[in-house]
Protein backbone atom coordinates (compact mmCIF):
# COMPACT_ATOMS: atom_id res chain seq x y z
CA UNK A 1 0.00 0.00 0.00
CA UNK A 2 3.06 2.31 1.04
CA UNK A 3 4.59 1.64 -2.48
CA UNK A 4 1.34 2.40 -4.38
CA UNK A 5 1.04 5.65 -2.48
CA UNK A 6 4.78 6.60 -3.17
CA UNK A 7 4.38 5.46 -6.78
CA UNK A 8 1.45 7.91 -7.15
CA UNK A 9 3.33 10.94 -5.61
CA UNK A 10 5.76 10.13 -7.69
CA UNK A 11 4.41 10.35 -11.04
CA UNK A 12 2.56 13.58 -9.96
CA UNK A 13 6.20 14.90 -8.86
CA UNK A 14 7.67 14.08 -12.56
CA UNK A 15 5.11 15.55 -14.43
CA UNK A 16 5.02 18.74 -12.39
CA UNK A 17 8.85 18.89 -13.06
CA UNK A 18 8.16 17.88 -16.25
CA UNK A 19 5.77 20.86 -17.01
CA UNK A 20 8.22 23.34 -15.27
CA UNK A 21 11.06 22.90 -17.30
CA UNK A 22 9.49 23.46 -20.53
CA UNK A 23 7.99 26.76 -18.46
CA UNK A 24 11.72 27.34 -17.83
CA UNK A 25 12.76 26.35 -21.43
CA UNK A 26 9.99 28.76 -22.85
CA UNK A 27 11.12 31.31 -20.44
CA UNK A 28 14.58 31.26 -21.91
CA UNK A 29 13.48 31.69 -25.50
CA UNK A 30 11.14 34.27 -24.60
CA UNK A 31 13.63 36.29 -22.62
CA UNK A 32 16.48 35.95 -25.62
CA UNK A 33 13.76 37.28 -28.21
CA UNK A 34 12.50 39.91 -26.19
CA UNK A 35 16.52 41.23 -25.25
CA UNK A 36 17.47 40.88 -28.59
CA UNK A 37 14.19 43.06 -29.73
CA UNK A 38 15.11 45.55 -26.66
CA UNK A 39 19.01 45.69 -27.75
CA UNK A 40 17.60 47.40 -31.08
CA UNK A 41 14.94 49.65 -29.61
CA UNK A 42 15.91 53.28 -28.59
CA UNK A 43 13.72 52.83 -26.26
CA UNK A 44 14.84 49.84 -24.37
CA UNK A 45 14.10 49.60 -20.54
CA UNK A 46 17.50 49.41 -19.74
CA UNK A 47 20.50 47.08 -19.00
CA UNK A 48 19.92 43.14 -17.08
CA UNK A 49 20.49 44.26 -13.07
CA UNK A 50 21.19 41.84 -11.09
CA UNK A 51 20.73 42.11 -7.13
CA UNK A 52 21.43 40.46 -3.79
CA UNK A 53 19.23 40.30 -0.57
CA UNK A 54 19.94 39.54 2.59
CA UNK A 55 16.72 39.20 4.91
CA UNK A 56 15.74 38.24 8.33
CA UNK A 57 12.10 37.18 9.34
CA UNK A 58 11.58 36.61 12.83
CA UNK A 59 8.50 33.98 12.30
CA UNK A 60 7.68 31.98 9.23
CA UNK A 61 4.03 32.34 8.55
CA UNK A 62 1.43 31.14 6.23
CA UNK A 63 -2.49 32.20 5.97
CA UNK A 64 -2.39 33.67 9.19
CA UNK A 65 -1.27 30.14 10.49
CA UNK A 66 2.26 29.41 12.56
CA UNK A 67 4.01 26.49 14.09
CA UNK A 68 4.10 25.90 18.13
CA UNK A 69 7.59 26.36 17.40
CA UNK A 70 9.25 30.44 16.39
CA UNK A 71 11.12 29.45 12.72
CA UNK A 72 12.72 32.81 12.16
CA UNK A 73 15.03 32.44 8.83
CA UNK A 74 17.84 34.25 7.49
CA UNK A 75 16.69 34.55 3.29
CA UNK A 76 19.40 35.13 0.74
CA UNK A 77 17.83 36.24 -2.68
CA UNK A 78 19.89 36.67 -6.07
CA UNK A 79 17.86 37.98 -8.48
CA UNK A 80 18.94 38.99 -12.27
CA UNK A 81 16.38 41.48 -13.76
CA UNK A 82 16.32 42.20 -17.55
CA UNK A 83 14.79 45.17 -18.82
CA UNK A 84 12.21 43.87 -21.12
CA UNK A 85 10.53 42.62 -18.25
CA UNK A 86 11.82 38.91 -17.41
CA UNK A 87 13.27 38.33 -14.01
CA UNK A 88 15.07 34.98 -11.92
CA UNK A 89 14.99 34.55 -8.50
CA UNK A 90 17.05 32.28 -6.21
CA UNK A 91 16.04 32.20 -3.19
CA UNK A 92 17.85 30.88 -0.38
CA UNK A 93 16.04 29.87 3.08
CA UNK A 94 18.63 29.39 6.17
CA UNK A 95 16.06 28.22 9.82
CA UNK A 96 17.65 29.93 12.77
CA UNK A 97 15.64 28.01 15.00
CA UNK A 98 17.89 26.76 18.01
CA UNK A 99 19.18 22.94 17.81
CA UNK A 100 17.70 22.92 14.34
CA UNK A 101 19.84 25.38 12.11
CA UNK A 102 20.11 24.22 8.21
CA UNK A 103 18.88 25.27 5.49
CA UNK A 104 15.37 24.55 5.18
CA UNK A 105 13.90 25.16 1.40
CA UNK A 106 15.04 26.88 -1.60
CA UNK A 107 12.81 28.49 -4.05
CA UNK A 108 13.45 29.44 -7.97
CA UNK A 109 11.34 31.62 -9.50
CA UNK A 110 10.69 32.97 -13.24
CA UNK A 111 8.57 35.47 -14.30
CA UNK A 112 7.75 38.55 -16.72
CA UNK A 113 6.51 41.74 -15.32
CA UNK A 114 3.85 43.51 -17.44
CA UNK A 115 2.41 47.36 -18.19
CA UNK A 116 -0.81 47.65 -19.71
CA UNK A 117 -1.44 51.51 -20.44
CA UNK A 118 -1.04 53.68 -17.40
CA UNK A 119 -3.10 52.09 -14.84
CA UNK A 120 -2.33 48.26 -15.13
CA UNK A 121 0.52 46.42 -14.21
CA UNK A 122 1.46 42.90 -13.21
CA UNK A 123 3.44 39.87 -13.47
CA UNK A 124 3.28 36.41 -14.48
CA UNK A 125 5.45 33.57 -12.33
CA UNK A 126 6.51 30.04 -11.77
CA UNK A 127 8.42 28.59 -8.47
CA UNK A 128 9.97 25.58 -7.73
CA UNK A 129 10.17 24.45 -4.33
CA UNK A 130 12.89 22.39 -2.74
CA UNK A 131 12.90 20.97 0.96
CA UNK A 132 14.64 19.69 3.68
CA UNK A 133 13.84 16.23 4.59
CA UNK A 134 13.50 17.38 7.96
CA UNK A 135 11.70 20.88 7.03
CA UNK A 136 8.17 21.17 9.60
CA UNK A 137 6.82 23.74 7.04
CA UNK A 138 2.68 24.08 7.15
CA UNK A 139 3.01 24.49 3.15
CA UNK A 140 6.01 22.15 3.27
CA UNK A 141 4.47 19.80 0.59
CA UNK A 142 3.96 22.36 -2.42
CA UNK A 143 6.17 21.32 -5.07
CA UNK A 144 5.91 24.09 -7.55
CA UNK A 145 3.52 27.28 -8.23
CA UNK A 146 2.18 28.96 -11.17
CA UNK A 147 0.24 32.56 -11.14
CA UNK A 148 -0.47 35.63 -12.32
CA UNK A 149 -1.33 39.56 -10.52
CA UNK A 150 -3.28 41.98 -12.23
CA UNK A 151 -3.07 45.35 -9.88
CA UNK A 152 -5.31 48.63 -10.75
CA UNK A 153 -3.74 51.96 -9.97
CA UNK A 154 -6.88 53.80 -9.03
CA UNK A 155 -5.26 57.03 -8.03
CA UNK A 156 -6.00 57.19 -4.31
CA UNK A 157 -5.35 53.47 -3.45
CA UNK A 158 -3.92 50.37 -5.94
CA UNK A 159 -6.28 47.26 -6.04
CA UNK A 160 -4.35 44.53 -6.33
CA UNK A 161 -5.20 40.88 -7.41
CA UNK A 162 -2.82 37.62 -7.11
CA UNK A 163 -3.93 34.30 -8.72
CA UNK A 164 -2.00 30.99 -7.93
CA UNK A 165 -2.04 27.19 -8.22
CA UNK A 166 -0.23 25.31 -6.07
CA UNK A 167 1.34 21.78 -6.91
CA UNK A 168 1.42 19.17 -4.08
CA UNK A 169 -0.37 15.65 -3.86
CA UNK A 170 -3.45 17.39 -5.62
CA UNK A 171 -3.21 21.19 -6.69
CA UNK A 172 -4.78 24.20 -4.75
CA UNK A 173 -6.19 27.47 -6.19
CA UNK A 174 -5.51 30.24 -4.16
CA UNK A 175 -6.51 33.96 -4.44
CA UNK A 176 -5.43 37.18 -2.80
CA UNK A 177 -6.82 40.59 -3.43
CA UNK A 178 -5.77 43.92 -1.58
CA UNK A 179 -5.46 47.41 -1.82
CA UNK A 180 -2.28 49.49 -0.64
CA UNK A 181 -1.03 52.78 -1.21
CA UNK A 182 2.25 54.15 -1.92
CA UNK A 183 3.93 57.42 -0.27
CA UNK A 184 7.06 58.56 -1.34
CA UNK A 185 9.23 60.89 0.35
CA UNK A 186 12.58 62.54 -1.15
CA UNK A 187 14.89 62.69 -4.31
CA UNK A 188 14.28 60.27 -7.29
CA UNK A 189 17.83 58.96 -6.07
CA UNK A 190 17.20 59.18 -2.42
CA UNK A 191 13.97 58.42 -1.10
CA UNK A 192 11.65 56.70 1.48
CA UNK A 193 8.71 54.75 0.88
CA UNK A 194 5.80 53.94 2.79
CA UNK A 195 3.14 51.30 1.46
CA UNK A 196 0.66 50.59 4.13
CA UNK A 197 -1.59 47.47 2.57
CA UNK A 198 -4.82 45.22 3.55
CA UNK A 199 -4.88 41.94 2.08
CA UNK A 200 -7.09 38.89 2.02
CA UNK A 201 -6.23 35.06 1.20
CA UNK A 202 -8.51 32.74 0.00
CA UNK A 203 -7.41 28.99 -0.53
CA UNK A 204 -8.37 25.66 -1.33
CA UNK A 205 -6.69 22.72 1.43
CA UNK A 206 -5.12 19.90 -0.36
CA UNK A 207 -1.61 21.09 0.57
CA UNK A 208 -3.00 21.46 4.57
CA UNK A 209 -3.89 17.95 3.97
CA UNK A 210 -0.99 16.39 2.41
CA UNK A 211 1.45 17.41 5.20
CA UNK A 212 -0.49 16.73 7.47
CA UNK A 213 -0.70 12.68 6.38
CA UNK A 214 3.06 12.79 5.77
CA UNK A 215 3.72 13.91 8.96
CA UNK A 216 1.56 11.74 10.98
CA UNK A 217 3.13 8.99 8.65
CA UNK A 218 6.48 9.38 9.45
CA UNK A 219 5.87 9.74 13.30
CA UNK A 220 4.08 6.45 14.08
CA UNK A 221 6.37 4.15 11.26
CA UNK A 222 9.82 5.25 13.70
CA UNK A 223 11.79 2.34 14.18
CA UNK A 224 12.35 0.85 17.56
CA UNK A 225 14.98 2.02 19.62
CA UNK A 226 18.10 0.56 20.38
CA UNK A 227 17.87 -1.87 23.42
CA UNK A 228 14.44 -1.90 23.08
CA UNK A 229 12.35 -4.94 22.88
CA UNK A 230 10.13 -4.83 19.39
CA UNK A 231 6.73 -5.38 19.76
CA UNK A 232 3.29 -5.57 17.62
CA UNK A 233 2.98 -2.54 17.97
CA UNK A 234 6.59 -1.06 17.15
CA UNK A 235 6.74 -3.61 14.25
CA UNK A 236 3.23 -2.74 12.91
CA UNK A 237 2.98 -1.49 9.78
CA UNK A 238 0.34 2.10 10.64
CA UNK A 239 -1.05 4.06 7.57
CA UNK A 240 -2.43 7.41 8.41
CA UNK A 241 -5.11 9.15 5.94
CA UNK A 242 -5.83 12.85 6.95
CA UNK A 243 -9.03 14.40 5.34
CA UNK A 244 -10.56 17.88 5.72
CA UNK A 245 -14.15 17.79 6.83
CA UNK A 246 -15.20 21.12 5.39
CA UNK A 247 -13.07 21.31 1.73
CA UNK A 248 -13.43 24.20 -0.98
CA UNK A 249 -11.99 27.85 -1.01
CA UNK A 250 -11.82 29.50 2.11
CA UNK A 251 -10.83 32.69 3.70
CA UNK A 252 -8.08 31.62 5.51
CA UNK A 253 -6.71 35.36 6.80
CA UNK A 254 -6.74 39.21 6.41
CA UNK A 255 -3.40 40.61 6.63
CA UNK A 256 -2.46 44.31 7.46
CA UNK A 257 1.19 45.07 6.42
CA UNK A 258 3.11 48.92 6.71
CA UNK A 259 6.69 48.48 4.58
CA UNK A 260 9.06 51.32 5.18
CA UNK A 261 12.00 51.09 2.97
CA UNK A 262 14.81 54.12 2.12
CA UNK A 263 15.97 53.59 -1.67
CA UNK A 264 19.25 54.93 -3.52
CA UNK A 265 20.39 53.96 -6.58
CA UNK A 266 22.50 51.14 -5.54
CA UNK A 267 20.67 50.00 -2.21
CA UNK A 268 18.05 49.99 -0.18
CA UNK A 269 16.89 49.35 3.19
CA UNK A 270 13.18 47.75 4.27
CA UNK A 271 11.47 46.74 7.45
CA UNK A 272 7.71 45.25 6.58
CA UNK A 273 5.62 44.59 10.19
CA UNK A 274 2.67 42.42 9.70
CA UNK A 275 -0.35 41.21 11.23
CA UNK A 276 -2.32 38.34 10.31
CA UNK A 277 -6.06 37.55 11.08
CA UNK A 278 -6.50 34.06 10.27
CA UNK A 279 -10.48 33.04 9.54
CA UNK A 280 -11.92 29.44 9.49
CA UNK A 281 -10.23 26.62 11.79
CA UNK A 282 -9.29 23.83 9.28
CA UNK A 283 -11.17 20.77 11.00
CA UNK A 284 -9.45 17.47 10.42
CA UNK A 285 -10.35 13.41 11.01
CA UNK A 286 -7.67 11.38 10.54
CA UNK A 287 -7.72 7.32 9.67
CA UNK A 288 -5.40 5.06 11.24
CA UNK A 289 -5.14 1.69 9.42
CA UNK A 290 -2.78 -1.00 11.62
CA UNK A 291 -1.55 -3.76 9.89
CA UNK A 292 0.53 -6.37 12.31
CA UNK A 293 3.23 -9.05 11.49
CA UNK A 294 0.06 -12.53 11.67
CA UNK A 295 -1.77 -9.99 9.04
CA UNK A 296 -4.91 -8.85 10.54
CA UNK A 297 -5.86 -5.54 10.09
CA UNK A 298 -7.63 -2.28 12.10
CA UNK A 299 -8.46 0.94 11.98
CA UNK A 300 -9.60 3.37 13.77
CA UNK A 301 -10.95 7.22 13.12
CA UNK A 302 -9.54 10.45 15.38
CA UNK A 303 -10.15 13.86 15.10
CA UNK A 304 -6.86 15.48 14.41
CA UNK A 305 -7.46 18.78 14.41
CA UNK A 306 -4.45 20.94 15.85
CA UNK A 307 -4.40 22.65 19.32
CA UNK A 308 -3.45 25.72 17.03
CA UNK A 309 -6.49 25.59 14.59
CA UNK A 310 -9.37 24.72 17.44
CA UNK A 311 -8.31 28.41 18.93
CA UNK A 312 -7.07 30.54 16.67
CA UNK A 313 -4.37 33.16 17.42
CA UNK A 314 -3.10 36.73 15.51
CA UNK A 315 0.45 36.50 14.49
CA UNK A 316 2.64 39.44 14.25
CA UNK A 317 5.90 39.22 12.69
CA UNK A 318 8.13 41.39 10.96
CA UNK A 319 11.12 40.94 8.35
CA UNK A 320 13.67 43.22 7.68
CA UNK A 321 15.99 43.37 4.83
CA UNK A 322 18.97 44.77 2.78
CA UNK A 323 19.69 44.59 -0.82
CA UNK A 324 22.52 46.07 -3.09
CA UNK A 325 22.27 46.57 -7.20
CA UNK A 326 25.07 45.46 -9.49
Not at 125 to 139: A, D, F, H, R, V
Not at 173 to 183: A, D, R, S, V, W
Amino acid sequence: MNYCILEQINQIEMRTSKFFLFFIVAFVFISIDLTAQSNTNEDSLGKPVFKIQLDYLNNYVYNGRADSIKAPYQITTASLNFGNGIYANLIANYLLTPNENRFDFFEFDLGYQYKLGKKWTGEIYGSKYSYSSQSNLLNGDITSDFGATANYDFGIFQFNNTFDVFFSGKSDFQYMPGIEKTFEFGESNSKWEITPGIYSVFSSLNYYESVLTRKQNALKNLKTKPGQPANTVQTANVLSTTTILEKGVKLLDMEMSLPISYQTNNWSIEFTPTWAIPYHPIHTLTVNSTTLPNGSTSSNTIDSTPYSERFLNNQFYFQIGFNYKF
